[in-house]
């Protein structure tokens, strides 16, 4: 069965300090992994997927197959930034499966 | 205004009265999906329809039932099996090429009078 953990529920970083928000999974497949952010009164939109390699919003995410991780960076927070961050799988059926949700709050 | 459209976006339920949850989008998907958000748990997938007249269960069906009639609607009935309704419901479609692209609209809350 299909895992994906986020151990942190709340992360606070001041603004201009690198942020790196935690994703782990477990799934015997070949993972397609992405990350969907919620800022405040907006829908949950994707952010970046690990497939396309890009830098959104200056974020980055690389899977590491070997630690089982999608772990995602900004080497300098911004206000804006302050949001719910998911991490999702792509299981087999072309569903996303979620975890929990890191909420990431960037102090002026 | 495309995408998807959610609503209402609050909606109260009495004790033992099913009450549906509406989702409609102009987007021409055809995979369409619900997902329940609790603080703490994330999005756990409710039902899905890949294609109109057909969806499955997805992880937390029970309580839960779905129609696809229509390429553009894939509403949401919340039953009174559903003992612990109150949550954010999302829903949110697929295009063709999407893989784990989604497109979410501004949810529903939920609670119990």
């Known amino acids: 069965a299909q895992r994906v953990t986020q151990p942190e529920k709340l992360l606070s970083v001041f603004k201009g300090a690198p942020v790196e928000l935690k994703c782990n999974y477990s799934?015997?497949?070949?993972?397609?992994l992405f990350w969907y952010v919620q800022y405040s009164r907006q829908r949950l939109q994707l952010l970046l997927r690990?497939?396309s390699r890009e830098s959104i919003k200056g974020f980055t995410a690389d899977l590491n197959k070997g630690e089982t991780s999608f772990h995602l960076k900004k080497p300098f927070a911004q206000e804006e930034d302050s949001a719910m961050y998911y991490c999702a799988l792509q299981t087999g059926a072309n569903n996303l499966f979620f975890g929990t949700g890191t909420r990431l709050t960037v102090i002026p | 205004d495309g995408g998807i459209t959610q609503s209402p976006k609050y909606l109260f339920r009495k004790e033992g009265q099913n009450v549906t949850l509406s989702c409609e989008q102009n987007l021409n998907h055809d995979a369409m999906y619900w997902y329940r958000q609790d603080p703490g748990q994330g999005l756990r997938l409710i039902y899905y329809?890949?294609?109109?007249?057909?969806?499955q269960k997805g992880d937390i069906a029970e309580g839960y039932s779905v129609s696809r009639e229509k390429k553009e609607s894939f509403p949401l009935t919340v039953t009174s099996a559903q003992k612990n309704p109150t949550a954010f419901y999302l829903c949110?479609?697929?295009?063709?090429?999407?893989?784990?692209?989604?497109?979410f609209g501004a949810g529903t809350r939920l609670s119990v009078l």
């Open positions: 690990h497939i």
């Open positions: 329809s890949q294609i109109v007249n057909d969806f």
């Open positions: 949110a479609s697929k295009p063709p090429e999407g893989g784990g692209i989604q497109y």
């Open positions: 799934y015997s497949g070949s993972p397609e």
